[in-house]
Structures are given as C-alpha cells and as structure tokens.
C-alpha cells in the first residue's frame, strides 16, 4: 500500500522553505533554540515533502531527516569524514577508484539531509563544486581506465534538464565510459520535479543505451517517502530507460528497526528498484545523534535482510572510508569481519579483515586489534601464480 501524501498542490512544483521561521507546526521557542543550528548547517526543505511528517509523533523519521536537531552542535566527528577532498584531481572532480570519477556538479539539493556526509559543500567556504567541468572532463577523457562516472554534487536532478543534458551528452561522448550514474534524493523529495517533465524522459531515452546505461542512484531512507507520487516517479525514470537502484545510510530514529528498514527494502524491490548499498552513517561533523555504533547497526542490518526475498537482500552494509568501501560482512563472539569492496589502492581490492569486536566502535579508524587478513593478489604472488589482466578489451 503507498504512503498518501498530504501534499495539497497536487502536481505543482512544491515551494522550498529555507528558514525556520517557514514552518507553522515549529513554536517560536523551537526556532530560536535550533536557529544556531540552521546557522552552522544549512537549512532547506519544500512543502511536498514536509507534508510527510507527522507533528503529532515527536520521534517522526521524516522530521528527523530534515529538521535541525539541537545534538548537531555537539562536537563530534569531522567535515570531510571519508577525505574526500585529499582525491579531487582537477576542480569539480575526484579520482579515487580506478574505474570509477565523480564529477561534482552543483551544491544544491531539493532539501538538505541533517545526516549529510557533503554539507562541507554547502559552506560559503568551500570551492570544491564548480559549474564547469570542462577540466573534469579533460580528466576523464585522458583516463581510459575510468568506465563509469558518478554525477553528485549536490543533487544534479535539481538541475532543469536544459541544464542536465550538457553535461551527459559530454560524458556520454566519451567512449571508454560505459556507465553514467547519477546521484539523487528527487525521487524522495520531490517526485513532481520527474515526471512532470517530458524532456527529462527524451534525455534518458536517448542516452541511457542498451549496452551504455544510465544508473539512478535513488536515495529513499523510510518506506513513507513511498508515496504514490513517488512510485510515479521511479516508475517514469524507468519507462524512460533509465536503471534505478536504491541506497540509504542508517541513520538513528529513522531506519535503525530491523522491521522499518526490510519494509523499506522489501517495497523497492516489490517496483524494481533493488536496494543496493546500506551506509554505515559517516562521523561527519553534526552527525552525533545519527549514527550507531557498527556493531548494533550490522545486527540491525542483517535481522531486515533476513525478512526479505532474495532480491531484497541484495544492499551490502558498507563504510566509506578514506581508504575505501569497506564491507561489514559479519560478527562472532570475538571478532568483526570486513572486507574491501572497493580500495584506494589496488592491493586492497578484496582484503578481509578480521578485528577483535568493539562495541564502542564508530567507524573503522575505531578497531585497532588486527587478528588476521587476506589480501588475495598478495596469496597469489607467493605462490608464484601469473597476475590476471582484467582489461576490458
């Protein structure tokens, strides 16, 4: 059953609400209290998706991720949690794992995440994003190993597609990227945004080939932002050719039930949209009262899995590291288990790992006792074995 949203413009483009002082179900002594907050965070939400939220349940998941919280300004964690900023290669790029670039394209969203891992990006500061990616796509082009990139920001759906579809008619213009993926929450946020717009399913349609897709990177954290709005919305991105999978952080008070968290999954795979990764919440500045240890969260992740078909047990429960994706692939009565899906450095391509347990444990820097490891190539050149070119031809 569809969550029914009590959004009143019906198809209209929502209004987006950036001060506290926009929201009539907040008290004046709410605002004040959380203005310092919105102050050092930024602050950003729309119409449609505040009429999700509940008012009457002071522990609402959908005001949770976009309210401020007064927990944010405590101090705990750092801006840049994964070191994102040490492999940007050229303005408006990062170059971390050889296949793979990430062009950053813009430093607005439909509504601003309290969790966000990037809200570095959306300080006055910061310079990171740019608007041309001319030197971005110089870089890829001299960069045959990188098959596939990765448009974020930001979220590049807010863009209007005149504004969109320069920039994927250039990446796509470059043969050796096979694989354009595009990073969003829209389809949560504002689902009118999609399928009011007949030149975003042209776009798609043309450049989302059978042998070239076009991924969309959905980004649903709570089953109700499944509204019927937003199945109309995953529904027109893949009519329109598009590839749609799904992932989430698990973040406190929102998804971190085990029952809340498989309904999630669950109800995308039922629309074709497979769950892909869950995050473990990075220790970004701000994001204390959202993250869990590593420890509880994997438990919780696996009891939804264990609730789910098999192609809604298809996410892995992953941390990106500064030195990786690193995998949370299980526990004993000792130790933890994890394991490199994606490495900074090739060596690391595949590593597992084995730590003493630590309950306490945050992030990965956070496990210090290493009991044992494998690092496949490593096996491989001990025993003399030849080394395997994984080229594509």
């Given at each position: 059953?569809?969550?029914?949203?009590?959004?009143?413009?019906?198809?209209?483009?929502?209004?987006?609400?950036?001060?506290?002082?926009?929201?009539?179900?907040?008290?004046?002594?709410?605002?004040?209290?959380?203005?310092p907050v919105s102050e050092q965070f930024i602050f950003r939400t729309n119409e449609y998706y505040q009429s999700l939220i509940?008012?009457?349940?002071?522990?609402?998941?959908?005001?949770?991720?976009?309210?401020?919280?007064?927990?944010?300004?405590?101090?705990?964690?750092?801006?840049?949690?994964?070191?994102?900023?040490?492999?940007?290669?050229?303005?408006?790029?990062?170059?971390?794992?050889?296949?793979?670039?990430?062009?950053?394209?813009?430093?607005?969203?439909?509504?601003?995440?309290?969790?966000?891992?990037?809200?570095?990006?959306?300080?006055?500061?910061?310079?990171?994003?740019?608007?041309?990616?001319?030197?971005?796509?110089?870089?890829?082009?001299?960069?045959?190993?990188?098959?596939?990139?990765?448009?974020?920001?930001?979220?590049?759906?807010?863009?209007?597609?005149?504004?969109?579809?320069?920039?994927?008619?250039?990446?796509?213009?470059?043969?050796?990227?096979?694989?354009?993926?595009?990073?969003?929450?829209?389809?949560?946020?504002?689902?009118?945004?999609?399928?009011?717009?007949?030149?975003?399913?042209?776009?798609?349609?043309?450049?989302?080939?059978?042998?070239?897709?076009?991924?969309?990177?959905?980004?649903?954290?709570?089953?109700?932002?499944?509204?019927?709005?937003?199945?109309?919305?995953?529904?027109?991105?893949?009519?329109?050719?598009?590839?749609?999978?799904?992932?989430?952080?698990?973040?406190?008070?929102?998804?971190?039930?085990?029952?809340?968290?498989?309904?999630?999954?669950?109800?995308?795979?039922?629309?074709?949209?497979?769950?892909?990764?869950?995050?473990?919440?990075?220790?970004?500045?701000?994001?204390?009262?959202?993250?869990?240890?590593?420890?509880?969260?994997?438990?919780?992740?696996?009891?939804?899995?264990?609730r789910g078909s098999g192609l809604a047990k298809r996410a892995r429960f992953v941390m990106s590291h500064s030195t990786g994706?690193?995998?949370?692939?299980?526990?004993?009565?000792?130790?933890?288990?994890?394991?490199?899906?994606?490495?900074?450095?090739?060596?690391?391509?595949?590593?597992?790992?084995?730590?003493?347990?630590?309950?306490?444990?945050?992030?990965?820097?956070?496990?210090?006792?290493?009991?044992?490891?494998?690092?496949?190539?490593?096996?491989?050149?001990?025993?003399?074995?030849?080394?395997?070119?994984?080229?594509?031809?």
């Open positions: 059953m569809f969550q029914k949203s009590q959004y009143k413009g019906g198809d209209k483009k929502p209004k987006y609400l950036t001060k506290l002082g926009q929201i009539p179900e907040l008290s004046q002594e709410n605002i004040k209290a959380l203005e509940d008012w009457d349940d002071p522990d609402d998941p959908i005001r949770k991720i976009v309210i401020p919280d007064v927990s944010e300004l405590n101090e705990w964690g750092r801006l840049d949690a994964s070191d994102e900023e040490s492999y940007t290669v050229a303005h408006g790029i990062e170059h971390k794992y050889d296949s793979t670039a990430l062009l950053l394209v813009n430093e607005v969203c439909a509504a601003y995440c309290r969790f966000c891992f990037r809200k570095r990006l959306f300080m006055d500061e910061n310079d990171e994003v740019t608007k041309d990616i001319s030197e971005g796509l110089a870089y890829i082009r001299e960069h045959p190993e990188i098959n596939n990139v990765l448009l974020t920001g930001g979220d590049p759906l807010i863009m209007s597609t005149s504004k969109l579809e320069p920039i994927i008619r250039q990446v796509r213009e470059i043969d050796h990227v096979k694989i354009i993926r595009i990073g969003t929450k829209i389809p949560a946020f504002n689902p009118m945004r999609i399928y009011n717009d007949d030149s975003l399913r042209a776009m798609f349609e043309k450049y989302s080939l059978p042998e070239k897709r076009i991924y969309v990177m959905a980004h649903f954290n709570h089953p109700r932002e499944l509204t019927e709005e937003a199945v109309r919305g995953l529904n027109f991105l893949m009519r329109s050719g598009a590839i749609v999978v799904n992932q989430t952080p698990m973040i406190a008070g929102v998804n971190d039930d085990p029952q809340i968290l498989s309904e999630l999954m669950n109800r995308l795979s039922f629309m074709g949209v497979p769950p892909y990764y869950v995050f473990h919440c990075r220790p970004t500045l701000g994001n204390r009262p959202y993250t869990l240890p590593i420890e509880k969260a994997y438990e919780i992740f696996e009891l939804a899995r264990m994706k690193i995998e949370i692939i299980g526990l004993s009565a000792r130790n933890i288990y994890f394991k490199y899906q994606r490495a900074a450095e090739n060596r690391n391509s595949s590593r597992f790992m084995v730590y003493r347990r630590n309950p306490e444990a945050f992030w990965f820097d956070d496990y210090h006792e290493l009991v044992d490891d494998y690092i496949l190539e490593e096996e491989r050149a001990l025993r003399q074995e030849p080394v395997l070119d994984f080229e594509f031809a």
